[in-house]
């Protein structure tokens, strides 16, 4: 299509040169017009034309191209299995299921070391070439694929509701909408953060520049969790390849049923603006041979997304190459009502609801804590207890299902653990059997209020639909930081109360988070700023200009600047620092000189410092 613009766009100019402009505006205009009025009016309008011409083309090469990808198919036969486990009995191929029901959606085959390395080269072979892509190019393919992305929304979302077993409303927040902004932000904002970046020098390097330019790694590796499977997989391709890299995304077993589909249509952008399409990767293995990837020389860097006991055997993998890690690790996010915020109760419990049941609670950045100030305690868990008692199991209903049962006998244990050290269980605690999907994976949406920092369900990640509130003895700032920074995590928090509170800044600088919401929930994260954790949330950030360098060689450059390479100002090394050198205690007082005239604190010192440096040249 861009192609058959151009082609367009050059007849016409070719039409425009051979008209007769001239002879059309002599004839046209009154005879009072001088020849050199006509001639004024000549060249004007065509500076015009030409410049709305420029503009057209320019318009017409930014549109997005639309192009098609075929949804992943179903068995033509539908089964629900008994047991659905991404382990099958008789085969080494991942078997793929529907956690919401049960049914079976096919078999998978695991990628082998061999096909690891063909997967790398191939990304490798195509990066050469994408890596001299203009900015321009690679806004227009992130343009293209995020005009994908709204043309199709309904259908991956309900892709990935059946992979991943969420709401079609979850899918759309959690896979579309934070999709299309991290496309939209690069699109607006990736090459400001991408553009060579000049550098003060100093008074004795003051003929020269310094620059950094922000240069391709070459090809980059993720491994991404299962609980977004398509913004999971799409958000490090986004960064990757406008930052010039090609990229192999290792996606998780338990959704990679829709992992081509996904990869497609990263790749179909490519090939409608005629790249390379083997520039991405995805591939899945089981856990025994993921270390090849991490490991591999080919790899010049690895985000990671997962839990702390696998962060673990990936960073210990990736040190044997030398391999930088950012590393997402989840987090046991807080979410602190003051009692500066009590009229404001009512939005406040609409956020808590959506930030702790969306995707069933299967969100690093869920809300896995409420800590309540005494004013607001009993007011909130009033205003939480029937709503939560209310919500509804099912696609079609509040709450959807969790991507496999693995974590449901933890959950129980520590619920009853809990209630037993003193907490109320005021709704839910346990699995769920669905009465139309009786082999689907759901846990009853739980609300447990009482909960103290001893507890363990207080310090370790639920990573389910699990309310937890704590009550703070006082509202003071020090005292909900304290319950607030108890676990070991650090992903994101955030905060409720009114401006005017002097609590509400005191714990905005006191958190120890990545991110900080204030009166509102995880909304760092979609508007792309820098996005990771400290402690045993890991380390890092992906997202925002600090993302998208961390995926370049930050190449420091220094050069004479442009008045002093024609003034013929370089560096030379003086006599008494040159080899050999003529007298070391000379050459020393010499060295002294420059260092005070160049750091001397006052201005005495570096006259001081100069007359130092003069007496032994």
């Known amino acids: 299509m861009a192609q058959d613009l151009d082609v367009w766009f050059g007849q016409l100019v070719r039409h425009l040169r051979q008209f007769p402009a001239r002879d059309f505006l002599s004839s046209s205009l009154p005879s009072t017009y001088s020849q050199p009025v006509i001639s004024i009016l000549v060249i004007g309008s065509s500076v015009v034309l030409g410049a709305l011409l420029i503009l057209a083309l320019a318009v017409s090469r930014d549109r997005p191209v639309r192009y098609s990808v075929s949804p992943p198919r179903l068995p033509e036969e539908t089964t629900i299995l008994e047991h659905a486990n991404i382990k099958a009995p008789g085969t080494t191929a991942i078997q793929c299921y529907a956690p919401a029901t049960g049914q079976f959606l096919g078999f998978v085959n695991p990628s082998t070391p061999a096909g690891l390395d063909r997967a790398i080269a191939q990304a490798a072979a195509a990066q050469e070439r994408w890596a001299g892509t203009t900015f321009a190019e690679r806004r227009r393919v992130l343009r293209s694929m995020l005009q994908h992305v709204l043309d199709n929304q309904e259908q991956i979302c309900r892709v990935s509701s059946l992979d991943s077993g969420k709401t079609m409303i979850d899918a759309q927040l959690g896979e579309i909408m934070v999709t299309a902004e991290k496309l939209q932000w690069t699109i607006k904002h990736g090459e400001n953060a991408l ?355 961390g995926l370049c060689n930050p190449k420091s450059v220094c050069e004479d600047r442009g008045l002093a390479r024609a003034l013929g100002v370089r560096t030379a090394i003086p006599a008494p620092a040159r080899y050999p050198v003529p007298s070391q205690e000379r050459g020393w007082r010499f060295t002294r000189g420059v260092v005070g005239l160049g750091y001397g604190i006052t201005l005495g010192d570096k006259v001081s410092a100069l007359m130092d440096l003069l007496r032994n040249l």
């Open 195 to 549: 553009r060579p970046s000049r550098r003060p020098t100093n008074l004795l390097l003051s003929y020269k520049k310094g620059t950094v330019h922000y240069e391709p790694l070459g090809v980059v590796a993720a491994l991404v969790s299962w609980n977004y499977p398509f913004h999971n997989l799409m958000g490090p391709i986004i960064s990757a390849i406008f930052a010039g890299n090609g990229v192999v995304v290792k996606v998780s077993e338990q959704t990679c049923w829709s992992a081509a589909y996904y990869t497609s249509i990263a790749r179909g952008a490519l090939i409608a603006h005629g790249h390379d399409p083997a520039l991405i990767q995805s591939v899945v293995c089981w856990p025994q041979t993921a270390g090849h990837l991490t490991s591999h020389p080919g790899i010049a860097h690895v985000t990671f997304i997962g839990s702390r006991p696998v962060c673990h055997h990936v960073a210990a993998s990736a040190a044997r190459s030398l391999t930088p890690v950012v590393a997402e690790l989840g987090g046991k996010d807080a979410a602190m009502v003051l009692d500066s915020a009590a009229r404001d109760l009512p939005r406040i419990a609409d956020i808590l609801l959506r930030g702790t049941f969306q995707a069933s609670g299967q969100n690093c950045i869920g809300i896995e804590r409420i800590i309540a100030t005494p004013k607001v305690y009993d007011k909130l868990v009033a205003m939480l207890t029937p709503r939560v008692r209310a919500l509804r199991m099912g696609l079609d209903k509040d709450v959807g299902a969790m991507v496999s049962d693995a974590s449901f006998a933890r959950l129980e244990a520590l619920v009853s653990d809990a209630v037993a050290a003193g907490a109320k269980l005021l709704a839910g605690g346990k699995r769920y059997v669905h009465p139309d999907h009786p082999h689907g994976f759901y846990f009853s949406p739980t609300l447990l209020v009482d909960v103290t920092p001893a507890m363990a369900i207080a310090n370790e990640e639920c990573f389910g639909p699990i309310m937890t509130v704590l009550r703070a003895p006082d509202s003071t700032a020090s005292t909900v930081l304290s319950l607030a920074n108890a676990p070991a995590f650090g992903l994101g928090a955030s905060v409720y109360g009114a401006e005017s509170d002097p609590a509400l800044r005191a714990i905005v600088r006191g958190v120890r988070a990545g991110g900080v919401a204030v009166n509102d929930f995880a909304v760092f994260y979609a508007i792309q700023l820098p996005f990771g954790g400290v402690g045993g949330s890991g380390y890092g950030r992906f997202a925002g200009e600090e993302g998208l360098r």
